[in-house]
T-cell receptor, first 111, second 115 residues
Framework: GEDVEQSLFLSVREGDSSVINCTYT??????LYWYKQEPGAGLQLLTY?????DMKQDQRLTVLLNKKDKHLSLRIADTQTGDSAIYFC???????????FGTGTQLKVEL | DTAVSQTPKYLVTQMGNDKSIKCEQN?????MYWYKQDSKKFLKIMFS???????INETVPNRFSPKSPDKAHLNLHINSLELGDSAVYFC??????????????FGPGTRLTVL
């Protein structure tokens, strides 16, 4: 089955850029997603990218996809304290509704 | 105007008991899910229903039984609770868009503690 891996922690200073990385194994994943989980809450979709794209920009968020290496990244520009949360990447093997989530990256933003 | 709601928010119970968690969505979606998030924050899908029909059933013990009385509700019943069932259980819903990107909307979670 699909395996999705992320580094567990990232710490940045307010105003810096954050880059969260993700690798996946199943090349049939049609869409790749980034979700955010704030403390005590459910996950919320941030953005997604179609597998035939290599970049998508949405305000402060930039998603880069290297399909050959099966590597996905999320860049948050001008990181704010409100961005502190756990970020999950997710893949949809075969393009269906079933998502395989990564291990989650805890982002800590320091003043 | 909550989109995906779950009850209860917290559930503390003894080993061996039977308990249920309820989920309702008012988004008009046709697909609903149950996920389990463990203490390390790993999130794993358990079940998915599309229009009241079970479509995803991961390797989950038989003690867990989902029930979907209609497409707006998906409940989770757990028999003979064990210590390892302690986790946060999330319900989610999405619209089945056949090959298009589909956002899953998550409920606030139910924190289950088995003593």
């Amino acid at each position: 089955g699909e395996d999705v891996e992320q580094s567990l922690f990232l710490s940045v200073r307010e105003g810096d850029s954050s880059v969260i990385n993700c690798t996946y194994t199943d090349s049939s994943s049609t869409y790749l997603y980034w979700y955010k989980q704030e403390p005590g809450a459910g996950l919320q979709l941030l953005t997604y990218i179609f597998s035939n794209m290599d970049m998508k920009q949405d305000q402060r968020l930039t998603v880069l996809l290297n399909k050959k290496d099966k590597h996905l990244s999320l860049r948050i520009a001008d990181t704010q304290t409100g961005d502190s949360a756990i970020y999950f990447c997710a893949a949809s093997p075969g393009g269906g509704n079933k998502l395989t989530f990564g291990t989650g990256t805890q982002l800590k933003v320091e003043l | 105007d909550t989109a995906v709601s779950q009850t209860p928010k917290y559930l503390v119970t003894q080993m061996g008991n039977d308990k249920s968690i309820k989920c309702e969505q008012n988004l008009g979606h046709d697909t609903m899910y149950w996920y389990k998030q463990d203490s390390k924050k790993f999130l794993k899908i358990m079940f998915s229903y599309n229009n009241k029909e079970l479509i995803i059933n991961e390797t989950v013990p038989n003690r867990f039984s989902p029930k979907s009385p209609d497409k707006a509700h998906l409940n989770l019943h757990i028999n003979s609770l064990e210590l390892g069932d302690s986790a946060v259980y999330f319900c989610a819903s999405s619209q089945n868009l056949r090959g298009l990107a589909s956002e899953q909307f998550f409920g606030p979670g139910t924190r289950l503690t088995v003593l």
